[in-house]
C-alpha cells in the first residue's frame, strides 16, 4: 500500500511513464530508465523531491529540449508536480517573506537546470533584494522571470513603492552606507548577477534587476 496523500503521484508517475513508453516524449533510452528507477520508490517521495529528481535527468539527458520536455511533462501528469518553470511573484510583507523568496528562487534555478553553485546565486540575489525591500520600503514584490533570449536565464526583479534612494551611483560606489548598511546586499547581487540595473526615484520606489543565465 502507499502513504496518505501519495495516491496522486502514483496515478501521475504511471501516465508519464506510459507517456515515455509510447514514444510521445522524444528523449534518450537513459533517460527513461532514470525515470523509471525513481518512480519505483515514488510512494516514498514527496512531490518536490520528485520534481527536483526528474528536471536534473531532464536537463543532463534532453539537451536543448529540456523546456519542451518538461512542458509536456506537466502536460502529462496535470501538472501535479511543477516540471516546467514559470514565473512567479512573491509579495514581500515581512521577515518571512524574505525565506519564501529565497526558497521560490533557489526552485525555479533548479528547474532551469541551472548548477548548484549557479542555484545557490539566484537565492541570494532574490533574498537580498526582499531583505532591502523589507527593511527600507517595508513592503514590496519580487518577480522571478523565466527568459529564454538570449538564452535560458532567471530575472530577479524587486520592486517597492517606498523611499527611493537619492545617488545610487553613490550608494553602489560604497560612498554611503546607513547604521543598516545600506548598499552592502545591492553592490553583492551586482557582483553576482550576469546583468544588473537599477531604477530608483525618491519618493516613488525603487526597481532592481538582476539576470542570471545557464552556463
Do not use: C
Not at 531532464?58 to 502529462?76: N, T
Not at 515581512?94 to 534555478?109: D, M, N
Amino acid at each position: 500500500m502507499h502513504p496518505a496523500g501519495s495516491v496522486d503521484i502514483v496515478r501521475m508517475s504511471e501516465r508519464l511513464l506510459s507517456a515515455l513508453e509510447t514514444q510521445r516524449l522524444i528523449v534518450t533510452s537513459a533517460l527513461r530508465e532514470q525515470i523509471r528507477a525513481l518512480f519505483r520508490s515514488a510512494g516514498t517521495l514527496d512531490h518536490d523531491r520528485i520534481a527536483e529528481r526528474v528536471v536534473s535527468y531532464v536537463w543532463l539527458f534532453g539537451g536543448d529540449s529540456a523546456p519542451q520536455i518538461l512542458v509536456e511533462l506537466d502536460r502529462v501528469t496535470q501538472g501535479v508536480f511543477g516540471f516546467a518553470p514559470r514565473d512567479r511573484t512573491i509579495p514581500i510583507t515581512g521577515e518571512a517573506s524574505i525565506v519564501v523568496a529565497r526558497t521560490e528562487a533557489k526552485r525555479l534555478a533548479m528547474k532551469m537546470g541551472f548548477r548548484p553553485v549557479l542555484q545557490t546565486k539566484v537565492a541570494t540575489a532574490a533574498s537580498e533584494l526582499s531583505r532591502n525591500i523589507y527593511m527600507y520600503a517595508g513592503e514590496g514584490e519580487i518577480i522571478l522571470q523565466v527568459r529564454t533570449t538570449p538564452r535560458n536565464g532567471i530575472a530577479v526583479i524587486a520592486r517597492d513603492r517606498g523611499p527611493g534612494i537619492a545617488d545610487v551611483q553613490a550608494v553602489l560606489a560604497g560612498q554611503f552606507q546607513s547604521r543598516t548598511g545600506m548598499g552592502m546586499g545591492l553592490r553583492g547581487v551586482r557582483s553576482i548577477a550576469d546583468a544588473f540595473s537599477i531604477r530608483s526615484v525618491p519618493g516613488e520606489g525603487t526597481e532592481v534587476i538582476a539576470e542570471f543565465y545557464r552556463t
